[in-house]
Every structure is written in C-alpha cells, then in structure tokens.
C-alpha cells in the first residue's frame, strides 16, 4: 500500500467501513494500486471529506452535533451532480432517496440530447453512471425518505426529518424532482395502474399486440409513444391542440410510423372507461371531448399512457421555503432559496427548461453556492 504519511491515515473501505490492503478483493472502493482502480477509485475528495467529519464532532460546546455536512434530498441527475460537487470540494454530503436512485430520468428509454455521447443512451445506464460517479467521489447515497426539513436561517444546524428518524446536517440541497400530473376525471383514480402508466418503459411491454392511447403532445409524450411502437398494434395520440408541442426532430420521428400512429387532434379525455375482467379492473376504452364542438365519443383501447404535465414534489418544504402558485420551488439564480442554507435544484424548482443536462447543471451550481456558505 502507497504511504501518504501519518496525516491521510490508513486506507479505508467505502462500503464496509474497515481498513484495507490496495490488493484485498473484498473491497468495492479500492485503492489507487487496485486492480479495480477503474470502477472504484477511492478520491482525495473521501479523505478530506472524512478529516471534515472528525473536525465536525469537535465543534464548540452547545453546537448542534451534525451527521453531515450537507444532506442532498433525492438521487436524480441534480441529486447525485450535486452530491459529486460536494464530495469533491472535501464536504461530506448524505444524499437521500425514497425509492431507486436516477429519479425520472432512470425510466426513460432513450436519451439523445445528453453531451458526450456519440449515440443514444439509456435513460438507467446514464443515471447509473451518475451515481457511480457520486459514490466514487464520496458521497453517501442513503435510502430514506425525507418527511420534512426544520431549521432556521444561518448555519446553526438544520435536522431533515425521515420516515424512520432524522439527519442532522449544516445545510440542505432539495433535489426532489417532480412526478407525472394527473387529469382528475372520472375512472383514473379507479384504474390508476391498472391500464393507465406514466412510463412507456416500464409498461410498454404488456401491451404488445394491442391497442393504447397516448394523453398529452410534449417531448415526453411523444418519445413514449416512440418506445410504444415496439409493442402496441395502435396508437392514438390524444392532444388537446391541432398540432404536437413536441420538438420538430420528435414530430417528424412520430409522423413516420404512417397508420400505426394515429391523431385525435383538439381533443379533451373526460373519462376513463372500463370495467371488472377476470377478477381484475381492465380499462376499456376513453370518453373525448371534442374541444371546439363538444361532441363526445368513445375510443376503445387497452391501456392509457399520460403525459399532461409534472407536479413538483416540494410537499415536505411547503410552509419552510417559498413556492409558485404551481407549488415549484423559488430561488436565485445561485439555488438559494428564501431561507438561508437551504437550495433547490432541477425539476422541483421554477425554471424554463427541464432537461437533464439543465438539471445537472443546477445540482453542479447548488452545491458550489453550499460550499461557499459553510465556508462563510
């Protein structure tokens, strides 16, 4: 093993916590003579990070005993960007994710507009990258689900509150993203996963050889209807308009797959239609609404994919920080919010465009404006 003197200390494995020999093959974070180098690398960053923890359990008496320095709220693109930043300026930052990390992003199918890549890539594989990349760095990525934040202005402390107890840290980067919008009409409650899906990739399959319908005329809806020609015999894309909102190079991909895909243009959903089949509840059908002339119809169909909108998921900071009339999260053009210590990045936060290069960028600006402020 290198000597890098008393100071750095021993070598220490990531995921179990012991010290170890560059060579020993039971660590999944080796050493820089590791043959695993390449997948693994321990950084300067987890050293630094880790001297900032022992220097942490020293502060003044009557200081709030802290886990972390920041905890990053929700391991999607701006999460785990954030959280790399971090590591990497010697912070050590928890980030906390409720379900699997990659968020959104993780479950899309193909993605041709992230720089770097000479072709497309997968949605999983990209995320999956991330969070290797802010894993080999130093941060923590935690599971738990974060309930709500206290704390006031100035870097006093600020406790995350979770489902099964709380994250004392210095400062907070709220990266919850947002989730698929709903239509409140009659039915959806009702065959909410049961026919109807948010996610192309994770549904498509199922309804090979069938007929669906597609509810919204964006980017996401359109890609998704995309991935669905692998496997759907008919596709009707319901848009409210009497053109797609979708990017020119999007609408000209969907126009070529000729009667396969088809168009129920200036078009309303009112209902979701179905009934018991085989013990379960089936979708069967959607009631439009013509959105000039009133007139109603039913179109049958298997299965309804929606994609009308997203809903910021910023309930656990409703009443902490400022939020939209939409319930996105306020800040300035450094991430910070109204209060002091706490920043947002990506899809929770009000913003022009929600991609995840524009996400990672924020998650990269959130955590360099946190540094700053516990330096301060």
Known sequence: M???????????????????????????HP?????????????????????????LGQEAAGAMSVECDVAVIGAGPAGLTAGMY???AGLRAVILEK??????????????????FDGPVGGFDLTEAMRRQAERSGAEVRTGEATGIDGGPGEGGK??????????????IIATGARHSRLGIPGEDRFWGKGISTCATCDGMFYRGKRVV??????????ETVFLTKFAEKITVVHRR????????????????GGQVEFAWNAAAVEILGGEQD????????????????????LDCDGVFMFVGLTPNTELVKGVVDLDEKGYIVTDEMMATSVQGIYAAGDCRRRPLRQIVTACGEGAVAAHAAEEFLEE
């Open 2 to 28: 290198e000597d890098r003197g008393d100071e750095s200390g021993p070598l220490v494995c990531m995921k179990d916590d012991v010290e170890i020999d560059g060579d020993d093959p039971r660590c999944k």
């Open 31 to 55: 050493t820089s003579k590791c043959r695993f180098r390449e997948s693994c690398l321990v950084t300067e960053a987890v050293r630094a990070g880790r001297k900032r923890e022992n220097a």
């Open 86 to 88: 971090l590591a990497r």
């Open 99 to 116: 379900l699997a990390p990659g968020g959104q992003a993780a479950m899309t199918d193909v993605v041709e507009n992230y720089p770097g």
């Open 159 to 172: 406790v995350v509150r979770l489902a099964d107890g709380d994250l004392r840290c210095r400062a907070v």
């Open 214 to 223: 597609v509810i919204g005329g964006g980017d996401t809806a359109i890609k």
């Open 242 to 257: 009497d053109r797609l909102r979708a990017a020119k190079v999007l609408r000209d991909r969907i126009f070529s797959f």
């Open 279 to 298: 013990g379960h509840d089936r979708v069967r059908g959607v009631r439009l609404r013509d959105v000039k002339t009133g007139e109603e119809r039913v």
